[in-house]
């Protein structure tokens, strides 16, 4: 059930239910436990006519037992109340919340903890039925009680200060709104900066995902009142949260040489999670059980990170002053940020807003931008979309006056904007959008794409002298077993391949990222820019046809005895990512399909097609077990070293896609680069046709190198070329860097 597996949970609780009605009863406490917890899964997949039926059947057992004026009683009924407000319900849910008060006020003994869940639970409810006076009273109790209860920051005592400043927004008090907002905060931080301190990185993520749900009330009565006070508090807090785990993952890996332990630590965590990666490589029929394995990893990150506490910081919070600081004379930057809007009350928006920083302002400047829907019109499904959808969509103004229009009156005589990106917004070339001046932002702007704001601030890394450059490209993908000189265990693969069927894939040759076909464009692409390189005085090592194998790139990967990675790594090959399958019966479809297709992991999900790739890919398993597959997965890159790596180019398809994964960005090969340790990446959008990013590739080369121009000169440069020389945006607009 908690993990959302929910076929395989109800299939578990009517089992069990069978069970207890035939040993204890259908009447017993034990029996009418476990049919509670079975509506509560029918509420949360809002099956409520099943959910409203159970319920009725154990209220009515209660009853027939006389025990409804017990707590077990309230709690079922708290839930009943939930599931009568989602179906918009409210008299029968005001009906059931004042039967709990009157229940609770005469119970004999009830704890604490549980009396000021219970009166905080029916405060919140009955300030979405806009009983507001009953909330105030009700929400106020439990906050005395948690006041006088609690030492330190707690989990609920946040969620008690949103509730209570969203009750005074609705109430229209909005002093006492910004009081407790200001609360929320301070505590916020105090939690989110002691958990940095003893979880898990999985353990971590659960918690800052769980502490969504808070932030969406502040910043929802940020959009209800742009004319806050708070509007830099509330910038501050964006910062924070934006690539919080990437950033907590960065710090915690550069501190290693401190602490022995934690260096000797961190080597057992990166074999243990190589053994991780070859296992989720595995089809589900065929895997073995890795609980064991996990859980090995999950202490081993926590005696990590007990280790070098003394050593890093807590995330510090980010003033906008220091990033205003650094801004010069006609730039600014933009945070952008979406939150679920919860104005007191649940709904299914998802709104977008940005924060406008310019140097001489005296505060930051909030804009409300969209709606959700209204992006998902646009670009939810940019990957798949023929070229002629995706040229109308960059080559008219329709994501300019969505995303761009209320912003670019602040912008007047700016010519240099930083940003970072929220959401969806993911998905977008910014740059690429057309103006009603009919050419492309980025020829009214220098524009910089900045993947976590506390960059901007924080002093680069001293380069490394080396110039050493890897190209991985012209690769053969079909894998020559005659090569080899040991025959497949058979006895262990047989069941396995049995198991497996192939992908269905366009065959159109000129894409990079269908069919896992030679690419032609890629053998010139890959010599030219070698060339250049030689030119230069770099040294270039090129891994091509069968040598670009997975073995070969994972070499260069900087290890305690080769203290260095190769300064560029061009990559020229197919990408491939695919959305997680969020439907209620996914686990039902995962038999027969690739496991890179299906995995519960979004960094698996992601990846890049080596030589002899094809193999492995058909089959769902390596041609030996010695051998590496030649699916380079996000996850497998994440565990390599490449902290002294300048650029990545990733010279595939969809190679900037992944799971959205709210503050934290996409999950995919952008972040498993990044967790590596790359500094600069350029990567696409979409299928991209291969001789077109072969020319431009070899332009912006030309253009970084020779011509000495930066390297997002050097792209905006090569991508303008190919629009003067009549390209549609689909050709060139799919390709953007993220610094």
Not at 246 to 270: G, H, P
Not at 326 to 346: C, M, Q, S, W
Not at 471 to 480: A, E, K, R, T, V
Not at 526 to 533: A, D, L, N, P
């Amino acid at each position: 059930h908690e993990r959302g597996n929910f076929l395989k949970a109800e299939e578990y609780y009517t089992e069990a239910l069978q069970w207890k009605e035939k040993i204890y009863g259908e009447d017993h406490l034990s029996t009418c436990l476990t049919q509670m917890n079975l509506g509560n899964m029918y509420a949360e997949t809002k099956r409520y006519v099943e959910c409203d039926s159970l319920y009725h059947l154990i209220n009515n057992r209660y009853d027939e037992t006389g025990r409804n004026n017990t707590l077990n009683y309230v709690i079922l009924n708290i839930n009943y109340a939930h599931v009568y407000l989602e179906q918009n319900k409210n008299q029968k849910c005001d009906s059931i919340l004042n039967e709990i008060l009157h229940i609770v006020k005469h119970l004999p003994s009830i704890p604490p903890r549980e009396y000021r869940e219970i009166l905080q639970t029916c405060g919140a409810l009955k300030m979405e039925l806009g009983d507001l006076v009953a909330a105030d009273s009700l929400l106020l109790i439990a906050h005395t009680l948690i006041e006088a209860d609690s030492i330190s920051p707690t989990e609920p005592y946040l969620q008690l200060q949103a509730e209570l400043s969203a009750l005074y927004y609705l109430g229209n008090d909005w002093q006492e709104a910004e009081k407790y907002r200001t609360e929320f905060v301070r505590t916020y931080y105090d939690l989110v900066q002691q958990h940095t301190l003893f979880t898990s990185e999985s353990e971590l993520e659960a918690y800052i995902q769980n502490m969504d749900r808070y932030l969406a009330s502040y910043f929802s009565y940020l959009y209800i009142n742009p004319a806050s006070t708070k509007i830099a508090e509330a910038l501050e807090l964006a910062i924070y949260n934006k690539g919080f785990m990437l950033y907590e993952i960065q710090t915690i890996k550069k501190q290693l040489n401190k602490d022995s332990v934690a260096a000797a630590c961190f080597e057992d965590l990166t074999s243990i999670r190589s053994a991780l990666s070859e296992i989720y490589a595995i089809p589900y029929q065929q895997r073995p059980p890795v609980d064991k394995l996990e859980q090995k990893a999950n202490d081993l990150e926590k005696k990590i990170i007990s280790r070098v506490a003394e050593f890093k910081n807590s995330q510090e919070i980010i003033s906008w002053t220091e990033i205003q600081q650094k801004l010069a004379e006609h730039e600014a930057y933009i945070v952008f940020h979406d939150f679920k809007y919860f104005p007191g009350r649940n709904t299914d928006s998802i709104l977008y807003c940005a924060f406008l920083l310019r140097p001489d302002d005296e505060k930051p400047i909030f804009i409300p931008l969209f709606e959700k829907k209204q992006l998902d019109k646009f670009i939810s499904s940019t990957e798949d979309l023929p070229n002629t959808q995706i040229d109308n969509l960059y080559g008219n103004t329709g994501l300019y006056s969505l995303l761009w229009a209320s912003i670019d009156s602040f912008l007047q005589t700016t010519k240099t904007v930083y940003y970072s990106l929220s959401g969806l917004l993911h998905k977008v070339n910014v740059e690429a959008i057309y103006t009603p001046h009919n050419v492309p932002l980025s020829d009214l702007y220098t524009l910089s794409q900045i993947g976590n704001p506390r960059q901007f601030i924080t002093e680069p890394d001293n380069k490394q002298d080396q110039k050493l450059c890897s190209i991985f490209g012209g690769l053969i993908y079909d894998l020559d077993t005659s090569a080899t000189n040991l025959l497949p265990d058979l006895a262990n693969t047989e069941s396995q391949t049995n198991a497996i069927s192939e992908l269905s894939f366009s065959t159109n040759p000129t894409l990079r990222g269908n069919d896992w076909i030679f690419l032609e464009g890629s053998v010139e692409e890959i010599h030219q820019i070698g060339s250049i390189f030689k030119k230069v005085g770099y040294s270039v090592e090129i891994a091509e046809k069968e040598s670009g194998t997975e073995e070969v790139f994972k070499q260069i990967s900087q290890t305690p005895e080769k203290n260095w990675s190769p300064r560029i790594i061009h990559i020229s090959t197919h990408g491939f990512f695919y959305p997680e399958d969020k439907s209620e019966y996914a686990s039902t479809t995962l038999i027969g399909e690739p496991v890179f297709k299906v995995s519960e992991h979004p960094m698996i999900r992601s990846g890049l097609i080596l030589a002899g790739g094809n193999y492995a890919w058909t089959h769902g398993h390596p041609y030996k077990p010695s051998m590496e597959d030649g699916i380079l997965t996000a996850y497998e890159i994440s565990q390599m070293d490449l902290t002294n790596t300048e650029l990545v180019v990733l010279s595939a398809c969809e190679t900037g896609l992944g799971d959205i994964k709210g503050n934290e960005g996409v999950y995919g090969l952008q972040r498993a680069f990044k967790i590596a340790g790359a500094k600069n990446l350029i990567m696409s959008l979409w299928k991209v046709p291969d001789a077109a990013t072969a020319e431009l590739m070899i332009s912006f080369y030309k253009h970084w190198l020779e011509d000495k121009m930066t390297i997002r000169q050097a792209l905006y440069t090569a991508q303008k070329e190919l629009r003067d020389d009549g390209f549609e945006p689909y050709y060139w607009a799919g390709w953007v860097l993220v610094e």
